[in-house]
């Protein structure tokens, strides 16, 4: 690991507190001291956007060792709970990349009309891909002895369509966790607003269910916010061949109405930073961008259930989804007739 600046985070249900920073020695070492008032989940970031989550307590002593090159390989000792979430995390990446190899096929195959049997077939894959997905979070969520590593897991888990599971695992965590104040927290912020989730399989004339996002600059935005303006959701990804052959259209989409009370919204699901901004800026996509950096498993693309890219939503002044279309020659004709 080169030598460079680093900081250390708690991530907690509001905010993210920073613990500590510092800069690493000439050959990429460093060793810090903290307290903690139970277990808890930390991010070690460094520069480039490259991080490492642990689940510490006190009396841990964790040793990391990895690569600068492949950081993502890191090995983690003395610290129980960060060695299960380590574990947690290599699967997770695992079901992750499967999930996005069937969506990239069925992105290829999507651009061909004749496919539909062949399509039909891949995505039946890609739902079972992601149900799989699901059940291993849940098992681990339910069964890991490091409430921090728990607590990280079931928020994956999309509430819309999983209120039943999510609600019982908070309602038995705080028994599990009889000690930790974080799990009661988390619980408690969750049985409050249960009955506000959004409702599943968001279309036409029904309510933009509302999100918070973070810009390449580490801005917030947050849908609501944009209540009065025509705004258009464009989930894409700089990996997906079908979105990026779309951009020109959408260049020419947001010029040609960006003074008519419209905006749009990109919606990467990306993992890579990197990629992500170099896209935005190879194809001159200049609006609102935000991204989880978390590929399939984003929050926002399950709230508004996003099985496939390009996908764009369409949202009206009064926050309601006037069109919910796969190409930007649909959305360009309702724009047509919308935006007089």
Known sequence: MPEQRFRIEELGTEENVLIDSGKTNTDGS???QSKASEESLYRIKFERGKYILLAIKNGDKAQIAGDWKQLENYTVSGSS???????FLINLRENIKDIQTMQVILDSISVKPKNDSLKKMAIDDLKNINAKFVEYVKKFADTTQSVASALFAVNIINPAYETPYITAFYQKVTKRFPESKNAKVFADKFLASVKNLPAAQPGEGTPAPDFSGTTPEGNKVTLNSYKGKYVLLDFWASWCAPCRNESNNMVNLYNTHKDRN??????SLDSSKEKWVEAIAKDKLNWTHISELNGWAATIARNYEVNAIPQYFLIDPQGNIIAKEASTDAI???LNVTLK
């Open 30 to 32: 460093f060793s810090i």
């Open 81 to 87: 709970g960060s060695v299960a979430l380590k574990g």
């Open 262 to 267: 419209f905006t749009i919204i990109g919606i």
């Open 332 to 334: 360009a004709q309702k």
